[in-house]
């Protein structure tokens, strides 16, 4: 059985800092391929930062060069930090797991966390 609990949201001032965590049980950590995705009310769960058990990073436009996904492997733990945050970086942030997909839709991970809620007041 394979678990996600993310922390580390909160509220913040526009052009802050958070950092995400998000800590996964499991002995196989190592080898999964793990997404941060977030969802605002009314829309779409979306993709904003994916790392391949390689080391590859990507992310989509939105975030590029504002967001930072990284892993321990020794804590089982992923982190996204975030800088330079904006009102419409408001959501529910979640991590995301799986040992075979490494793309940016959400249908192809197998593995959730509970998501932690980002508010970015202006």
């Known amino acids: 059985q394979v678990q996600l609990v993310e922390s580390g949201g909160g509220l913040v001032q526009a052009g802050g800092s958070l950092r995400l965590s998000c800590a996964v049980s499991?002995?196989?950590?190592?080898?999964?391929?793990m997404g941060w995705f977030r969802q605002a009310p009314g829309k779409e769960r979306e993709f904003v930062a994916g790392?391949?058990?390689?080391?590859?990073?990507y992310y989509p436009d939105s975030v590029k060069g504002r967001f930072t996904i990284s892993r321990d492997n020794a804590k089982n733990t992923v982190y996204l930090q975030m800088n330079s945050l904006k009102p419409e970086d408001t959501a529910v942030y979640y991590c995301a797991a799986d040992s075979n997909y490494s793309g940016t839709s959400k249908e192809g991970y197998h593995y959730w966390g509970q998501g932690t809620q980002v508010t970015v007041s202006s």
């Open positions: 499991g002995r196989t950590f190592r080898l999964f391929h």
């Open positions: 790392l391949r058990w390689s080391g590859t990073t």
